[in-house]
């Protein structure tokens, strides 16, 4: 499984979708917090402005100027950023009390408030802090403003917005990642009922996906296909019997008439008759050889008969085959050549293997032109298989018509007219494969797009 597969999947992108969603949500939801936050910070600090300015007044009015100077002198004595700053002047303007410049540069906000800023020692060395002030009249000679440093807030603020995109991007970060190992583990899961589907449709039809260890909706989907296997497989068995049962009941009577006819033909031999008779006779082969095709098919298929344990030496069975078809590939021109990269043999039963390479170059001698050539090639490029390639010059199957030539009675449109046949040789070709733990495989061995005839590979398990 790639990478790439599970980002492209759909649980994967559905929760990265999720997971930004969510993130984007969070991310208004604190924003709408942390302005909240702001104005309740700015509007507590001017309510303890103003209550501080009221003390300066009740104080004023018990104790005068000298006790607002004491009350200054006590509160500027903690050296803290975050203290109240004053500054009292008289009529003219002069400074009487407090820590303030007498003469800052203000800038005049809303409602009466000042800003302004100014350079405070901190850890040795100058800062620059903004501050917000509001200015009282004592009476109608003094006025006093009280200032306070909004620098706790500005660093309350920042940490809220910084806490907040870090928290944001390890939510994504945290959500793709759980997304990623989410996708991965949904899609392995699901590779893995492909695969046993796969197999199932390619091995045998009756087994069945294990939903022992599954649950979930991947449980409810193996139930499903398993249901529909068993369908299939039913419907199939069905299919099979029925056309089973119909050759296995014509096969006699077929038999018993093409047994009279051969001796009706003995009877009229020389006749006028002899010649119709003999080619009713062969009819009659024809039928038989496709209704004893069929049911073999049916029987390697069912996996009622058990595999021989022969060996069988591969390079002699198929000079065998190949001397067998030498005279018909002569009598047409046809070349037909023999290539042994290795040896190789396997189990199974020599002479369904021979059926299976006799049918191959059957077909590959009736499709090939005259003056064309065959060859047939051996080897052991895949360990632990031999290989066999039965290659010819004839007009090829079309890309798309190959997975359909495997199955029973079907041919291709173009040859139907052309070239005589039952549509059967293919099928029995990959039954045999099959049987024998091996496939068969369809290759156009020219360049994409051309014909340039057939390549047939057949693979089988080697000893």
Known sequence: MLARDVFSSLTFRYITKYVVVLSLTVFFILGAFYAYFS?????????????????????????????????IHQQTSA?????????????????????????????????????????LQD???????????????????????????????????RLVIANLIRAMLATILLGIAGGYLSAASALRRVETINQDIARIIRGDPSQRLNVEDEKGYVRGLALVV????????????????????????????????????????????????????????DDCDDLLTSFNASLRISALESGSRPLANQRVDLNRLLQDVVELYEPLAQERQITLSLIFAAQCACRGESDLLFQLFANLLD?????????????????????????????????????????????????????????????????????????????????????????????????????
Request: proline residues 5%; negative net charge; aromatic residues 8%.
């Open 226 to 281: 398993n249901q529909m296997l068993e369908q299939m497989e039913s419907l199939m068995q069905g299919v099979r019997r029925v056309s089973d049962n119909i050759a296995h009941d014509l096969r006699t009577p077929l038999t018993r008439m093409r047994n009279d006819l051969t001796l009706l033909r003995d009877a009229h031999a020389g006749g006028p008759a002899a010649d119709q008779i003999e080619r009713i006779i």
């Open 79 to 119: 050296a803290s950023m975050h203290r109240y700053y004053y500054l009292v002047t008289d009529a003219a303007g002069v400074k009487v009390a407090g820590d303030l410049p007498p003469a800052p540069s203000y800038s005049e906000l809303d409602d009466g408030w000042l800003g302004f800023e100014m350079a």
């Open 363 to 463: 077909n590959a001698i009736k499709y090939t032109p005259e003056q064309g050539s065959i060859s047939v090639a051996m080897d052991l490029d895949t360990p632990g298989l031999c290989t066999i390639t039965v290659q010819d010059s004839g007009p090829g199957i079309p890309a798309h018509e190959r997975k359909n030539v495997f199955r029973r009675f079907y041919r291709v449109e173009s040859s139907r007219g052309e070239y005589p046949g039952h549509g059967l040789g293919l099928s029995l070709v990959e039954a045999i494969a099959r049987f024998h733990g091996g496939s068969v495989e369809l290759h156009n061995p020219g360049q994409e797009g051309e014909q340039g005839g057939l390549l047939v590979r057949v693979s089988v398990p080697a000893l």
């Open 39 to 71: 104005y309740t910070s700015f509007r507590d600090l001017g309510n303890a402005v103003m209550d501080e300015l009221r003390t300066l007044q009740a104080i004023h009015e018990r104790e005068a100027l000298a006790g607002v100077e004491r009350y």
């Open 123 to 157: 850890w040795g060395g100058a800062v620059q802090v903004d501050f917000i002030a509001r200015p009282i009249a004592l009476d109608a000679q003094y006025q006093a403003i009280v200032a306070r440093s909004y620098a706790d807030i500005v660093e309350r603020a």
